[in-house]
């Protein structure tokens, strides 16, 4: 014999089943957070990165002045100053000029113990820095970017030399000029621009530095008292 449902029964069936299948479902929890707190975000690979190079950027500024003012002479810290340079951005030469009289004079060259000033080599090498003095310009040879700067003087001493990189950087205090930084290296890549960035931020040190000296080769004290470091510290933060 053939069973047949009653439609109510049928009906009353069909929503208990619907209700089963519901109950059956795993319920779904909704994300809350406490209030007055907010999550904590995780500082990017990026951001720590800026703030080690940052960290390394100010430690080698801070290096270089201590470099400097440890000598007991203008002369002996302007050769401890180009010295380090040299070391430290692994350059083939590096020069210092001062701007004294209305006219450039290097001052010291690295790995030099004198300065020939009469001699065609230093001639080219204060020609170049007087370029980028000129121009008020950290200059670079070969230019990184189309040339908007002229770059004679620099093309007249990288002459001869193979993968010749030559940077050069005005230096500046007050509004004056001070003197001139000249860096040559060996190199198929250009200056980076985070060296480029660390050699602006020694200029603006060093410049300051220098005009002191220069007023009365002073002594470590002195420039302690005039408030270098105070100096050192306004610039140092201005890159945070």
């Known amino acids: 014999m053939q069973t047949v449902l009653d439609p109510a029964q049928s009906k ?42 940052l960290i390394k950027r100010q430690a080698v500024v801070l ?15 302007l050769t401890a100053l180009v010295g380090a340079l040299h070391h430290r951005f692994r350059c083939d030469r590096v020069s210092i000029s001062l701007y004294r009289k209305n006219r450039l ?18 001639r080219l090498l204060c020609e170049a820095m007087l370029e980028a003095c000129d121009q008020d310009a950290l200059l670079q040879f070969p230019s990184p970017k ?15 030399r193979e993968n010749a990189e030559l940077c050069s950087v005005p230096l500046c205090h007050e509004g004056e000029l001070i003197g001139a930084l000249l860096l040559e290296r060996t190199s198929k890549q250009p200056w980076s ?9 020694i200029s603006q040190v060093a410049a300051p530095l220098i005009a002191l000296r220069r007023e009365g080769e002073r002594g470590v004290g002195q420039l302690l008292s005039d408030g270098v470091y105070q100096m050192l510290s306004g610039l140092l933060r201005q890159r945070h």
Do not use: M, Y
Request: aromatic residues 2%.
């Open 193 to 201: 621009r985070l060296t480029i960035e660390l050699l602006q931020q």
């Open 146 to 160: 189309p040339q908007i700067r002229i770059l004679e003087a620099h093309r007249a001493l990288a002459s001869g």
């Open 105 to 122: 004079r290097v001052e010291a060259i690295s790995q030099q113990a004198q300065v020939d000033q009469k001699s065609g080599e230093v």
């Open 12 to 53: 009353t069936t069909d929503t208990r089943a619907n209700h089963t299948a519901r109950g059956a479902s795993a319920p779904v929890k909704k994300e809350t957070s406490s209030p007055g707190l907010s999550p904590v975000a995780k500082p990017s690979a990026a951001g720590v990165n800026s703030k080690e190079h």
């Open 63 to 77: 290096q270089l002045v201590a470099d400097f003012i440890d000598q007991q002479s203008l002369p002996a810290s």
